[in-house]
């Protein structure tokens, strides 16, 4: 199956500041989706880029996708205490039928 | 309000027994999802389905069972075949397989007793 593999594990900052997570994958894909998961919640679909698009922003967020490195970033702008989550990427390929998360980006943002 | 519903939000099993998680969606998503999640982990899938009357196994279907009889409900059994079943149960349902977002639940906590 695919899966993404998220970097760093955690992150801690001060609010205001930028936030930058990673997403590595194996394989080609179709596309990547980016979520969010509050404590203890079920996961909350942030954006999804696709394979022929290198980069899409929503917000404050910004997501960049770079298939000849089978890497993908999320960029969080201007950061608040409420942005505090952990965050998972999920690469798609069509073949396989579904997608896989890895372990996650744990964000701290401090106020 | 549409969405997906999992319920009990928290479950508690004594070693040996079946217990059955229940999602149910209203919207109308013909693809739906379970993941398992272990504190500090990611979602690792256990069975998805596609369709009515169909579905596969994930990455950890062994000790689980699923059923898809009807579009909006999809439920759950932990089996006693499960060496390890405490963790964070989470549904998810999506209307395709291709390019769509998928809408999650909030979770159904188990823990063996």
């Known amino acids: 199956s695919q899966q993404g593999e998220e970097d760093p594990q955690a992150l801690s900052i001060q609010e205001g500041e930028n936030a930058t997570m990673n997403c590595s994958y194996k394989?080609?894909?179709?596309?990547l989706q980016w979520y969010r998961q509050n404590s203890g919640r079920g996961l909350v679909h942030l954006i999804l880029i696709r394979s022929n698009e290198r980069e899409k922003h929503s917000g404050r967020l910004r997501v960049t996708l770079d298939t000849s490195k089978k890497s993908s970033s999320l960029l969080i702008t201007a950061s608040r205490a409420a942005d505090t989550a952990s965050y998972f990427c999920?690469?798609?390929?069509?073949?396989?039928?579904?997608?896989?998360f890895g372990d996650g980006t744990t964000l701290t943002v401090k106020p | 309000d549409g969405g997906i519903t999992q319920s009990p939000k928290y479950l508690f099993r004594k070693e040996g027994q079946n217990v059955t998680l229940s999602c149910e969606q209203n919207?109308?998503?013909?693809?739906m999802y379970w993941y398992r999640q272990d504190p500090g982990q990611g979602l690792r899938l256990i069975y998805y389905s596609q369709i009515v009357n169909d579905f596969q196994k994930g990455d950890i279907a062994e000790g689980y069972s699923v059923s898809r009889e009807k579009k909006e409900s999809f439920p759950l059994t932990v089996t006693s075949a499960q060496k390890n079943p405490t963790a964070f149960y989470l549904c998810?349902?999506?209307?395709?397989?291709?390019?769509?977002?998928?809408?999650f639940g909030q979770g159904t906590r188990l823990t063996v007793v």
């Open positions: 999920a690469p798609l390929n069509t073949n396989a039928g579904k997608s896989t």
């Open positions: 919207l109308n998503h013909d693809a």
């Open positions: 394989t080609s894909i179709n596309n």
């Open positions: 998810a349902s999506s209307p395709c397989i291709v390019d769509c977002e998928a809408f």
